[in-house]
């Protein structure tokens, strides 16, 4: 299930994000608004949803969650661009840092 996610996620909503790949989340955060999109398989969904509902392209950024490590990659397709990252790793450290802690805030209890 995919959800664009505005403010803290309740623990029902958490557990449908979480269910398409056994407890892992992939998110796309979008860091200039301060939101995400969280679930399905692939952050392209998430991305698309996040540009239709009025984000831009350069402040959305992919990521995963692991719930039962609580663990965060940054790592996704989405992320390399040419001219603003060169890696499917986010390598900006002050990118990495707003990413996380917009996911820990919205989807964490």
């Keep these: 299930m995919l959800l664009i996610i505005r403010t803290k996620i309740d623990s029902e909503s958490l557990k449908k994000v979480a269910e398409d790949l056994k407890g892992y989340i992939k998110v796309v955060v979008d860091i ?38 609580n663990q965060m990659d940054f790592d996704s397709m989405i992320n390399l661009r040419p001219t603003q990252n060169s890696s499917r790793e986010i390598l900006d450290q002050k990118i990495r840092q707003q990413v996380e802690s917009i996911t820990r805030s919205l989807l964490q209890e």
Excluded: F, H
């Design 32 to 69: 200039r608004r301060r939101i995400l999109s969280a679930g399905g398989q692939k952050n392209v969904d998430e991305e698309q949803m996040l540009l239709k509902d009025g984000s831009r392209q350069e402040d959305l950024w992919g990521a995963g969650l692991d719930l039962e490590t």
